[in-house]
């Protein structure tokens, strides 16, 4: 490691010095060849960083962690989390660093965090490196996710590291840059809740309030406030993935942010012929964290941070307890709000006057569960199928009857739906064409690792404008080929 002369980042370091009991400082490994793969230059401008200094050797060292800006101190957070279900008091970072915040143009402390960046006293049997593919793969999705207008961390660059990392075979290392409005998560509760000192568990609320909820500090009871707004933040994110078709993977608490961002894209994937079953990864055997399920994970993921502030909603448990229910309950109702919305907006219709309101005579809610039931026995492709809707609002309803496997129950849904009179531009703006598509993911990874860094460029172009129907771009929205066989991701790579 090396201090650079000149702060040529400005990075504050407001976790690490409110919360050292959580801060580990800690520093990258050395990578031994850094070379910048990927940069996020709007990502680098928006933070007040100047790309061409990114690019240059120092920037790359930056990058990695191996240039650390004076007055910085990098450190591992500690954190627990329910994995599965299972509850481990001490996750924390095992191979990654927060190098600092730094505050954007809105003036908000985003977090410049390392992954990939070596080992640390987190890492248990984990080598603390990470490979160029999975790198890539969170840069992609997350950069998707972003245009799609989805709160997730961000990703401003991957840097292959020049070392070498053993998975099945030897695969190129990297590290990747990630950007969040913080890395807070209901496993760093849980782990602060665990140690039994209040008065962390305590600062490290106060903490996510003035980050992500000043307002809830002027409430009768701040901290039932602070988790009021995370259950209507996450509320909010699995309704816009579940509309988006987006399957986490692994849901589990210590992946689960305070802010509402979403976070860490392992065996994450997009849904392509619906069904609510769908887990696409290898490690999800029972189906815990199905598409359909991500709704229940995340109340239950709530419960648990419920659990871990009890002792600062009131002193007394007894009393505590029914505090923490009231915005626990609300719930599926705020997710159901946030859903129907945003199914309504899919389908061209006007939205209700309050998202909350649930008029009797409103026929959206049964046209939707119908045409849900559609999709699932046809196997229909979500993407397509929404995208081209659009087209039978504007009158021509051919092809996207065409995707269904014969003339079925859907023309007769098509005819009640455009009666409604769709609003067809709304749907174009509300339905992608382009999203990160498994086999093109696959396929632009697979360059990436061998050096071949075009068709990830080309594969970003279409995911960073999803709404933007462009010329030759066809095979960017089209279905995996039959040949793509059954789909599986992989963590912890
Ligand atoms: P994740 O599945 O990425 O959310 O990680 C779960 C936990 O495993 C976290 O504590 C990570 O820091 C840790 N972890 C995952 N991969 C590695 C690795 N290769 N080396 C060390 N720790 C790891
Ligand atoms: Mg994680």
Not at 53 to 77: E, F, I, K, M, Y
Request: hydrophobic share 40%; glycine share 10%; net charge negative.
């Amino acid at each position: 490691m090396s201090v650079a002369s000149a702060p040529t980042v400005p990075l504050s370091s407001h976790f690490a010095r409110d919360l050292p009991e959580l801060a580990l400082p800690w520093e990258a490994e050395e990578a031994p060849d850094p070379r910048l793969l990927v940069l996020n230059e709007p990502l680098a401008v928006e933070l007040g960083l100047d790309p061409a200094w990114l690019r240059s050797p120092d920037g790359q060292r930056l990058l990695v962690g191996n240039l650390v800006p004076s007055g910085a101190t990098p450190v591992a957070q500690a954190y627990a989390g329910h994995q599965f279900g299972g509850f481990s008091p001490r996750l924390g970072d095992g191979r990654a660093l927060l190098l600092g915040e730094v505050a954007d143009a809105d003036g908000h402390l985003r977090d410049i965090h390392l992954k990939g960046s070596g080992r640390t006293p987190f890492a248990r049997a984990g080598d603390g490196l990470a490979a160029v593919g999975p790198m890539l793969r969170e840069y992609v999705i997350s950069e998707a996710m972003q245009a799609l207008g989805i709160p997730t961390t961000r990703s401003l660059a991957v840097v292959a590291t020049g070392r070498s990392v053993r998975r099945d075979t030897l695969l190129p290392g990297a590290v990747l840059t990630r950007v969040a409005g913080s890395h807070l998560r209901v496993g760093s509760f849980q782990y602060a809740r665990a140690t039994g000192d209040t008065a962390l568990l305590r600062r490290l609320a106060d903490h996510a309030l003035s980050r992500h909820y000043p307002d809830a500090t002027q409430a009768d009871n701040p901290y039932l406030a602070l988790f009021g707004s995370v259950v209507a933040a996450q509320a909010s994110l699995v309704a816009q993935w579940m509309l988006s078709g987006f399957i986490h993977g692994v849901m589990n608490t210590d992946n689960t942010t305070i802010s509402g961002e979403t976070i860490d894209y392992g065996p994450c994937a997009f849904l392509e012929a619906f069904d609510p079953a769908t887990v696409y990864s290898s490690i999800d055997s029972g189906g815990r964290y199905a598409y359909g399920n991500q709704p229940g994970v995340a109340q239950w993921n709530l419960a648990r941070l419920a659990e871990a502030l009890l002792p600062l909603f009131h002193e007394d448990q007894d009393q505590a307890i029914p505090l923490a229910m009231e915005p626990l309950d609300s719930f599926p109702r705020q997710y159901s709000a946030a859903w129907s919305a945003g199914m309504r907006g899919k389908l061209g219709l006007p939205s209700l006057p309050t998202p909350d309101d649930n008029l009797d005579d409103d026929v959206a809610p049964p046209l939707v569960d119908e045409l849900l039931t559609l999709l699932q026995a046809g196997g229909i492709d979500y993407t397509s199928f929404f995208r081209g809707l659009g087209g039978a609002a504007r009158g021509d309803a051919g092809p996207v009857c065409a995707l269904f496997p014969e003339a079925s129950a859907f023309d007769a849904w098509v005819e009640r739906w455009r009666a409604l009179d769709p609003d067809a531009d709304a749907m174009d703006r509300a339905n992608p064409v382009y999203i990160p598509r498994n086999h093109l993911v696959e396929e632009a990874l697979a360059a990436g690792t061998e050096g071949d860094l075009d068709p990830l460029e080309r594969l970003l172009d279409a995911v960073t404008r999803p709404y933007d129907e462009r010329p030759g771009l066809q095979r960017y929205a089209a279905p995996a080929p039959e040949d793509f066989g059954t789909y599986r991701t992989y963590c912890g790579t």
